[in-house]
């Protein structure tokens, strides 16, 4: 927690001959992440082995997304060797592999012949919309006429008429359908004369459909199709049958087989990384601190105690989150900027705090809260679109909705909260979100940011950096509430700022109020520090009068950064005020569609429609509502993190740990003889 777990960089030597077990109990423990190693020899069966390998996943891979995965117990095996694991994918290859790819290219074939099919039905309506008795053969170009058919926009049909017949000189027949935004066209031309039409449909958006090349009428061709169409569907659904027979019989095998090919291909993947020598193997890699007796045992125990492990830090290793149950599914919001770098400090901690209390200010709202949180949890179909880690994460922020909605917010767009009702009196709700816009931007740059500077002992940049611009932070924005004259009394803070003219608050020879003086000095001392670390920071005098420049400027990006809060307040009274919408609008039409009609029998049943009616529209508004509020919220919650907090500290640029382990979804693997 608040540092990525401790991680060692691993060197060991065994002997050859104990390779195969030493890798395995290795893949099967999944506590290593081996690295590429300088000095390798690599054996060429190695390589044939690889190729041999991927060539039967791949294959493997088909046979299971065509049967598709039925879940069955695990596989238990004992012996994942290679010449095993090759023989047992052969053997169910040249098992089921025949009868899938002829189930394949049978199904195929029908799919292909329907969408042949059904592309000639839709052409055939078309065509019947404007003569249904025609006899297609009588379509059919000849030496005298040729006929084309096609749809054109409604708008372009008289001029297009009009072009025909001026082109041919009357020697045209058309027909078009009666209707439609676009019109369907039959036109017969002499044949002589044919070449003509292309430039014209070009000029009318003429879309040229091909006449089916079928003899008889349309109805009869059409119903002969349909009954061909339903032979091809029941020759279909029987195949089905044959597969998902196939599928139960033979998917849960060619899941483990798969499983274990890919587990052997990964392990035969691993000579590339590491070292040989005649008689030895070299490995290097990484490994959490804490599981370093693990790998000591593991290596001893595979090699008959015939080893060398060595062990040291390095700043170069990959980064491991290591947090509390409550805060990791936090993880991936960050991991979404950025996994931390092995020496930075982790944000998700902070991110935990923050975050759900950002959301819960974006959504203000109790019912809101409580109804997100209980479809979150309730395990609906819907609901599992999203991975648990995201429902759990999202059910905190909802939760929180509910507390946040208490006191500002009511619920379901009713009442206005126990503190304060900002659609009403926005102004204690503007200074609160912007004393937590500045709190937040502290607690990157004081909190955060000085643990970074301690962990890499970095101490220029903690004193003339972060403590520079904490102090100028504190310092600004206090004159600041100095100018204006901000009174904390509707936060249940009974302090109000003196109020003091601009050019006095920041003039440092003014004679002031106590606390504008404290102000001031913290503020001035800031830019001191700052200026002063811009000068060292510059190798040039151009880069120190630059640097120093930008430490002044700078101040404006904090002003933009506590404005972008302000936006948590806009999203809570958009919210409250679609919520109080929706409430007024269902209110005056339940008074005109229920209440006069409830007091006699006869309309008691319109007055139960109507109310029934109303109730729907009011479920639906207000989940719409939730929807809208909830993504915007996510969003503008997750950009206040990553823009405002994380640009103050948070580097993001590390890399995983991806250890060495093997599959075990479908197959359990049985040590013993």
């Known amino acids: 927690m608040l540092r990525p777990k401790r991680m060692s960089k691993l060197f060991a030597i065994y002997p050859?001959?104990?390779?195969?077990?030493?890798?395995?109990?290795?893949?099967?423990?999944?506590?290593?992440?081996?690295?590429?190693?300088?000095?390798?020899?690599?054996?060429?069966?190695?390589?044939?082995?690889?190729?041999?390998?991927?060539?039967?996943?791949?294959?493997?891979?088909?046979?299971?997304?065509?049967?598709?995965?039925?879940?069955?117990?695990?596989?238990?095996?004992?012996?994942?060797?290679?010449?095993?694991?090759?023989?047992?994918?052969?053997?169910?290859?040249?098992?089921?592999?025949p009868i899938t790819s002829e189930l394949a290219e049978r199904l195929e074939r029908i799919e292909s012949k329907k969408e042949e099919i059904l592309n000639i039905i839709e052409k055939l309506k078309l065509l019947g919309e404007i003569c249904p008795e025609c006899d297609l053969s009588l379509l059919r170009s000849t030496e005298y006429f040729r006929a084309f058919f096609g749809r054109i926009p409604e708008e372009k049909l008289k001029s297009f008429g009009e072009d025909l017949r001026e082109t041919f000189a009357g020697k045209i027949f058309i027909l078009a359908s009666k209707a439609g935004e676009r019109r369907n066209v039959l036109v017969l031309v002499p044949s002589e004369e044919s070449q003509k039409l292309l430039p014209i449909f070009y000029r009318h958006e003429f879309e040229l459909i091909e006449i089916p090349p079928l003899e008889g009428k349309i109805d009869e061709n059409l119903k002969r199709l349909e009954e061909e169409l339903e032979k091809l569907n029941d020759e279909k659904e029987k195949l089905e049958r044959t597969k998902q027979t196939l599928a139960k019989k033979s998917s849960p095998e060619i899941c483990a087989v798969e499983e274990m090919v890919v587990n052997v291909l990964e392990r035969a993947e691993t000579n590339n990384l590491l070292g040989f020598t005649e008689a030895t193997v070299v490995m290097e890699g990484w490994i959490p601190r804490e599981k370093i007796r693990m790998l000591e045992k593991t290596l001893k125990t595979a090699t008959d105690g015939i080893c060398i492990l060595r062990e040291e830090e390095s700043q170069e290793a990959p980064t491991e989150l290591e947090n509390p149950k409550i805060v990791k599914d936090f993880e991936l919001l960050t991991e979404m900027y950025g996994v931390p770098r092995y020496d930075e400090v982790d944000p998700t901690p902070?991110?935990?705090?923050?975050?759900p209390i950002f959301f819960a200010i974006t959504l203000s709202d109790a019912g809101y809260g409580l109804a997100l949180a209980a479809f979150l949890l309730s395990g609906v179909w819907i609901a599992k679109i999203f991975p648990t880690n995201v429902r759990r994460m999202l059910a905190v922020c909802s939760l929180t909705g509910v507390i946040v909605g208490i006191f500002v917010g009511g619920c379901f767009?009713?009442?206005?909260?126990?503190?304060?009702?900002?659609?009403?009196?926005?102004?204690?709700?503007?200074k609160l979100v912007v004393l937590i816009g500045i709190l937040h931007i502290l607690f990157g740059l004081g909190i955060a940011g000085v643990i970074k500077d301690l962990l890499r002992k970095d101490?220029?940049?903690?004193?003339?950096?972060?403590?520079?611009?904490?102090?100028?932070?504190?310092?600004?924005?206090?004159?600041?509430?100095?100018?204006?004259?901000?009174?904390?009394?509707?936060?249940?803070?009974?302090?109000?700022?003196?109020?003091?003219?601009?050019?006095?608050a920041f003039n440092p020879f003014a004679t002031s109020p106590k606390p504008v003086g404290i102000l001031r000095a913290i503020f001035y001392c800031g830019v001191l520090l700052g200026v002063v670390g811009a000068l060292l920071k510059g190798e040039t005098i151009r880069s120190k009068i630059g640097e120093a420049i930008n430490t002044v400027y700078g101040i404006t990006s904090f002003v933009a950064d506590v404005a972008s809060y302000t936006r948590l307040m806009a999203l809570a009274i958009a919210s409250g005020v679609i919520a109080f919408s929706i409430n007024f609008i269902v209110s005056v039409f339940w008074g005109w569609m229920v209440t006069p009609f409830a007091n006699s029998f006869p309309n008691i049943l319109v007055a139960a429609i109507s109310a029934c009616l109303l109730a729907f529209i009011?479920?639906?508004?207000?989940?719409?509502?939730?929807?809208?509020?909830?993504?915007g919220g996510f969003i503008h919650t997750m950009r206040l993190h990553f823009m405002e907090f994380f640009g103050k500290f948070y580097e993001g640029d590390g890399r995983k740990f991806s250890p060495f382990k093997a599959k075990r979804k479908y197959t359990k693997l049985k040590k013993g003889k």
């Not at 009442?415 to 709700?429: D, L, S, T």
Request: aromatic content about 14%; overall charge positive; proline content about 2%.
């Open 16 to 97: 050859a001959r104990y390779h195969n077990r030493v890798i395995l109990e290795l893949h099967e423990r999944g506590i290593v992440e081996l690295k590429e190693t300088e000095d390798k020899r690599l054996k060429k069966i190695a390589q044939e082995e690889i190729e041999k390998l991927r060539d039967l996943a791949k294959r493997l891979s088909k046979l299971r997304e065509f049967l598709g995965e039925i879940s069955a117990k695990k596989m238990s095996i004992r012996n994942e060797s290679f010449d095993y694991v090759i023989k047992r994918a052969e053997k169910i290859l040249g098992r089921i592999e």
């Open 350 to 355: 902070f991110l935990s705090l923050t975050f």
């Open 413 to 430: 767009g009713f009442g206005g909260g126990f503190w304060v009702n900002p659609i009403e009196n926005p102004i204690p709700f503007l």
């Open 459 to 504: 101490w220029r940049s903690l004193l003339f950096e972060r403590i520079s611009r904490v102090l100028i932070v504190l310092g600004f924005f206090g004159l600041a509430f100095c100018i204006i004259g901000v009174s904390f009394r509707d936060l249940g803070i009974a302090y109000t700022f003196p109020k003091i003219e601009m050019f006095e």
């Open 618 to 631: 009011f479920f639906v508004a207000h989940c719409f509502n939730i929807f809208i509020n909830t993504l």
